[in-house]
DNA sequence: CTGTAATCCTGCGAGC
DNA sequence: TGCTCGCAGGATTACA
């Protein structure tokens, strides 16, 4: 579910709820999310540590602790991660809960579990790793780089921006939404493409993207943000989910077909193959 | 290289 | 009302 807008929303809730914040316990749950949360090796204590800070890259989320470590998250499909006072009701799918110094609990809710918690012990380390292995933020790409990048696939376009290693944090619903801006069709394979289109594709996905964040996301069904309020950007979209409205820009029905193995909603009028 | 399908899971809406 | 089916915002792997 969470494309970079809703990781990024969730960041910046929880950022005045966790930083300085000790953790006093933490509740650990018995089923398996997509990674293992402790490794072994890891040798990290949690409690008693404050948290420093919390950043966003890509879709992950670090929370960096005064120890050095820190916690890798992740949201996968249906993941939320909320910062609730402790008396707040526990709810189905809750598989971690951290007990706050202020009262408060962090907790980590995830109904398909396709998402993961890590606790590691090098914070640094995490985040280096991150950064060699995701492309860019969708606001640092450099126009040359991505219009190289692009014309030297012969991939389809849904499949160049689902890949995290050229753009980081671009999802399925902001990949529609930017291809749709950019008036390229979804399967456009990557070589066919003109420097000039790529240039709009980019502006297109930074614009999309930027919105998305002033919407605080989409909510589809689980998104929600640090503190638990839904996204607002779901009210915006121009194709996703939108299949047999009219197009915004010519009424033409929106088309969706499989691409990526991901369903994929165009206009056929104002994004021609 | 690229694409497709399967996999990890639960929940929900569509259709019968 | 109740059932089955297909599909869902992600990421990785195996295979053609």
Known sequence: MPELPEVETVVRDLRPLLVGRTVTAAT??????????????????LIGQSVVAIHRRGKHMRVELTGGGCLLVHLGMTGQFTVVP????????????????????LRYRDARRFGSVELLADGAAAAAV?????????EDIDAEPFRAT??????TLKAILLDQTVVAGVGNIYADESLFRAKLHPET???KVPAAACDQLRIAIQDVIAKAIEGRGSTIRDYVGGSGL????????????????????????????????????????????
């Open 86 to 105: 402790k008396a707040a009701p526990a709810a189905t799918h809750t598989h971690f809960v951290f007990d706050l110094n202020d009262g408060h609990q």
């Open 150 to 155: 692009v014309r030297a696939s012969k991939r």
């Open 189 to 191: 394979r990557g070589e």
């Open 230 to 273: 839904k996204g607002g950007y779901q009210h915006e979209f121009a194709v996703y989910g939108l299949t047999g409205e009219p197009c915004l820009r010519c009424a033409t029905p929106i088309n969706m077909v499989r691409v990526a193995g991901r369903s994929s909603h165009y206009c056929p009028t104002c994004q021609p193959k």
């Open 130 to 138: 991150l950064n060699a292995t995701l492309g860019p933020e969708p």
């Open 28 to 45: 650990v749950g018995g089923l398996k999310l997509r990674k293992p949360w402790w490794k072994a090796g890891e040798k990290t204590h």
